[in-house]
């Protein structure tokens, strides 16, 4: 079975500030890895995806994540973020049939005014 | 278009009693996801449906957890009896169909046994 570890369970950061949210997986067969975000109170929202070609993916509301397979890490950025950006933050891994998805135990970015 | 509903949003249950949750997913959406999200956790796949069958229950407590969906619509999720540690968020998802890249999540139902 895959794991993904969100090694970071909270992130405080001030507006406008850069961000860094780290994900790493176990496997070493093929892989899909997503990003997903949630507000409170609300399901998960999907913010990228990761299925093959560029190793970095433009997702909505400015963020970013670069895969690289030999590091098994799926990190995500942005470099500017703003309040609204606060929220809980799972990364989640899938191999190439779909058939289960694994999910980090998820990372809090807490944007500070 | 309507996204996944979920009811009740909120539910407190003392423990050995049962409770249901229902689903609705995306219209059109073959495949049905229930997760359970415990507090400071990631969600945890319960259950997958394609249409009205289970692909996946590998990892539904099935001697107080089941579900169904009859029609290949609606899902519903029941847990009898309940314990301490089924306190979660349970989530519903859906897709287009098995093996499609985006899950659509609902809100979620908050349950608190006491």
């Known amino acids: 079975a895959q794991s993904v570890t969100q090694l970071d369970s909270q992130v405080p950061v001030f507006e406008e500030a850069p961000v860094e949210l780290r994900c790493n997986y176990s496997?070493?067969?093929?892989?899909?890895l997503f990003w997903y975000v949630q507000y409170p109170n609300q399901g998960l929202q999907l913010l990228l995806k990761?299925?093959?070609?560029?190793?970095l993916v433009k997702g909505i509301n400015g963020f970013e994540a670069e895969f690289n397979k030999s590091q098994t890490s799926f990190h995500l950025r942005k470099p500017s973020v703003h309040i609204s950006d606060t929220a809980e933050y799972f990364c989640a891994v899938t191999e190439y049939n779909f058939n289960k998805f694994y999910f980090g135990s998820g990372t809090k970015l807490n944007v500070k005014p | 278009e309507a996204g996944v509903a979920q009811s009740p949003r909120y539910k407190i249950i003392e423990k050995r009693q049962s409770v249901a949750f229902w689903c609705n997913p995306i219209?059109?959406?073959?495949?049905l996801y229930w997760y359970q999200q415990i507090l400071g956790q990631g969600p945890k796949l319960l259950i997958q449906f394609q249409n009205n069958g289970v692909v996946d229950d590998s990892q539904l407590p099935k001697d107080r957890f089941s579900a169904e969906r009859l029609k290949g619509v609606d899902s519903t999720l029941k847990i009898q009896p309940a314990k301490l540690e089924d306190s979660a968020v349970y989530l519903c998802a859906s897709s287009s169909s098995r093996g499609t890249i985006e899950q659509f999540f609902g809100p979620g139902t908050r349950l608190t046994v006491l």
């Open positions: 219209s059109g959406h073959a495949t």
């Open positions: 496997s070493s067969v093929s892989v899909y």
């Open positions: 990761y299925l093959s070609g560029s190793t």
